[in-house]
């Protein structure tokens, strides 16, 4: 007989603020560290700590409030490096881009490298709104290309090193399931709650939602609870499912819809027969999941900068910008999959 299915705990994002030129080698050290992690091969670990402290470098020199993200990606097969800044912005943002360009004075220098390195580099800019830039790092044969239309944050409160929040996404064929888990509080015993509920997610992602939930709901008893979030994009629609404070709702180049919450209680404690509610999804809208550590203002009015922001770039402008700082604070946003059925 076989040995029981075990499912890795999911680690929080790596996130290094880079306020002072020390945070350059810091980062390198980092994405070095989460490369070995991904098991990425041969030189990749020590490409990855190049892209991390040219990225640092041009936030420590150049920008305004600027961050690293260090991760692997949430499909799996590689890792991602996402910097974020509330600017000045790229006002050449082509001419970086060119391998060799430098420069003393203008945030982009590098970024030619960068390019050159990365299997896939995203990047927005716009002057006085800043800039985020995603390098994506996967294996040769990866089984999810680089371009893969999701972004997911996850980051502890301040002065914990456990992050009380988790997120996984799964596909499979044409569906898409993600999930925000909540663990009551923060902490290790947050950290526990949310971590049982993603290995339980792991089990079964591809049961109804109503009966995923159930399912994390009996997971969960011997912890302390948690909220969760579950979402599944389908071409063209959504479904969600939860218990408790985690929100989800669409983005499109021109307006925000679809805000849903879950419904009151706590998964493992007290929790309600779930129920599932349907949204459309159009062609270039973004669905997005979040714990209450992302301040739901964001919301009211983004700018049209954000708006346009691919998924991404858009879970790591969230988490810079909207991040309530004293609370676990996870976000996922994602388009509905576009592998053949």
């Given at each position: 007989m076989g040995g029981a299915v075990t499912f890795p705990e999911t680690l929080p994002t790596a996130h290094i603020a880079v306020d002072h030129y020390s945070a350059v080698h810091l980062a390198a050290e980092t994405a070095r560290t989460v490369a070995g992690r991904c098991r990425l091969p041969g030189a990749l670990p020590d490409q990855a700590a190049v892209v991390a402290s040219e990225l640092a470098s041009n936030l420590a020199k150049h920008a305004s409030s600027g961050s690293l993200f260090i991760q692997p990606l949430p499909l799996g097969g590689g890792m991602e490096i996402v910097a974020a800044d509330r600017g000045p912005g790229i006002g050449a943002l082509q001419q970086c881009l060119a391998d060799g360009f430098t420069t003393s004075n203008t945030l982009g220098a590098g970024l030619g490298a960068v390019k050159r390195i990365a299997t896939a580099l995203t990047i927005r800019t716009q002057p006085g709104a800043g800039t985020l830039v995603c390098a994506r790092l996967t294996e040769p044969d990866a089984a999810h290309p680089?371009?893969?239309?999701v972004g997911a944050i996850c980051l502890p409160a301040d002065r914990e090193e456990l992050s009380g929040d988790a997120c996984a996404v799964v596909d499979q064929g044409t569906t898409r399931t993600?999930?925000?888990?909540?663990?009551?509080g923060h902490g290790p015993q947050a950290a526990e709650a949310a971590q049982a509920a993603i290995r339980s997610f792991h089990r079964a992602p591809d049961l109804p939602l109503p009966a995923l939930l159930t399912a994390l709901h009996r997971a969960l008893r011997r912890t302390?609870?948690?909220a969760v979030g579950l979402l599944r994009l389908h071409p063209g629609r959504a479904e969600y499912s939860g218990i408790g404070n985690v929100r989800v709702l669409t983005l499109t180049p021109l307006d925000v819809g679809?805000?849903?919450?879950?419904?009151?209680?706590i998964a493992g404690l007290n929790m309600a027969t779930p129920q599932v509610r349907s949204f459309p999804v159009p062609p270039g809208a973004t669905a997005v999941l979040h714990s209450d550590g992302i301040d739901q203002r964001w919301a009211r009015a983004p700018s049209a900068f954000v708006h346009r922001l691919p998924p991404l770039l858009l879970a790591a402008s969230l988490a810079h910008s909207h991040r309530l700082s004293r609370d676990d604070a996870t976000v996922i946003a994602a388009r509905p999959s576009q592998r053949l059925p």
């Open positions: 680089a371009d893969q239309e993600a999930i925000v888990v909540d663990g009551l302390r609870g948690a679809h805000r849903l919450t879950g419904q009151p209680g």
